[in-house]
């Protein structure tokens, strides 16, 4: 399993409004050819797929994949929450480092209802049953979206331990939105001032509307395959994957009880952890980070669940700058989650897009300058963290 891993092609689709895109199959096609086209590779050439999307039925893999061609390599469709993507990545970089597989595509996307994100079948016990008894014990029945009940949470309770200021986590939605400017691909590119965020319609304390994620269509894709295969193909140089964890949710996340540790900060903690003991990096060798901001309250938690900064140190962090260009770490280039969109299935790879071509140096007016250690961090609740570490030689 350790066989080094590069990715040598990627692709993703400009993101879009729900009822504004495409069909699914016609997005993810389009983002399979993109990350192929920028492989220099046939579709022959790949060995197997993994497909991530949440919302859609059994194979929407294979009718998306079928329309770049049909080979009858195994197709894996793959369905873990937000982290869907990321997990599709995961499972890709296994095959090739096991030896399995010398070349494959990690592909997601989603096609997106308008509105908050509901519970698809109420005929059965739901999987977030145990988080939601901790958002019920601490926080008290709302008819707020669940998602924003159990982010905002985690914002209050960061607030009541730091006593952190509100307008803190406003601060990052107008960075948000300053690095999605710079990004064609993004679903909001408008500027936003301070004021207009925390002026806003409130969704859940301390939330507005601008700090939570949108619901969003698209797609993203990449080309995975072994060094050997690589240098073959002229892609000795390529961006490769330096580490890579998944984790499960642990006990804390339920008990004692704390909106952080069970919206994820665990989890994340604990990949992050093992990916800095694996690769030899340590936060302070990072040069840009892509992480989960589906909340505003969760990209600043994170920068303490990842290392970026010190526990009780993520206000200073964003108040200081620390987290945009200028700063120690420029976080979420791309828009994140927040401007970009969050396509569920398609975020994880959209994530890894960003992260290969700021390591390329081809990320254009949002380029990082110098950007040779990139980190990559993707949860979803119920629960699965991914954080993968890259590197550019």
Not at 101 to 113: D, I, K, P, R, S
Not at 338 to 354: I, V
């Amino acid at each position: 399993m350790n066989r080094r891993v590069n990715v040598v092609g990627v692709g993703m689709i400009p993101f879009s409004k729900p009822g504004a895109s495409p069909q699914y199959y016609e997005m993810a096609a389009q983002a399979a050819r993109a990350a192929l086209t920028d492989a220099g590779f046939p579709y022959d050439a790949i060995e197997q797929v993994y497909a991530g999307y949440v919302y859609g039925d059994s194979t929407c893999g294979q009718r998306a994949i079928y329309e770049v061609g049909m080979t009858g390599v195994p197709v894996v469709n793959v369905n873990n929450n937000c982290s869907t993507g990321s997990t599709a990545l995961w499972l890709a970089r296994q095959a090739i480092a096991s030896g399995a597989a010398e070349c494959v595509l990690a592909l997601g996307f989603e096609q997106m209802a308008k509105g908050a994100l509901t519970t698809q079948f109420d005929d059965r016990a739901s999987p977030l049953g145990r988080h939601v008894d901790v958002l019920d014990t601490l926080q008290g029945e709302s008819s707020a979206p669940l998602a924003a009940r159990m982010f905002g949470g985690a914002g209050r309770e960061y607030i009541e331990r730091y006593c952190a200021r509100k307008d803190t986590f406003g601060l990052i939605s107008v960075k948000a939105r300053e690095h999605a400017a710079r990004n064609p691909y993004a679903l909001f590119r408008e500027p936003l001032e301070l004021a207009q965020v925390m002026e806003a319609a409130e969704v859940y304390d301390p939330l507005t509307r601008f700090q939570c994620c949108p619901p969003t269509c698209g797609a993203s894709a990449a080309v995975l395959c072994s060094y050997d295969f690589a240098k073959r193909h002229g892609h000795a140089d390529a961006v490769y994957i330096a580490a890579q964890a998944m984790t499960t949710d642990f006990p804390g996340s339920f008990a004692p009880a704390s909106m952080m540790r069970m919206v994820g900060y665990d989890m994340s903690a604990a990949a992050a952890k093992q990916v800095y003991e694996a690769s030899g990096v340590g936060p302070e060798d990072l040069d840009v980070v892509e992480l989960h901001d589906c909340f505003t309250s969760n990209e600043l938690i994170s920068y303490e669940a990842l290392g970026l900064c010190e526990e009780g140190g993520a206000e200073r962090f964003v108040r200081e700058r620390d987290n945009t260009y200028g700063g120690r770490i420029v976080t979420n280039p791309s828009g994140g989650l927040l401007s970009k969109g969050h396509p569920l299935g398609a975020t994880g790879l959209a994530q890894c897009t960003e992260l290969v071509w700021q390591l390329r140096g081809t990320a254009g007016p949002r380029q990082v300058d110098g950007a040779r250690v990139a980190l990559q961090h993707n949860i979803g609740l119920g629960g699965a963290c991914v954080v993968t570490l890259y590197r550019k030689d």
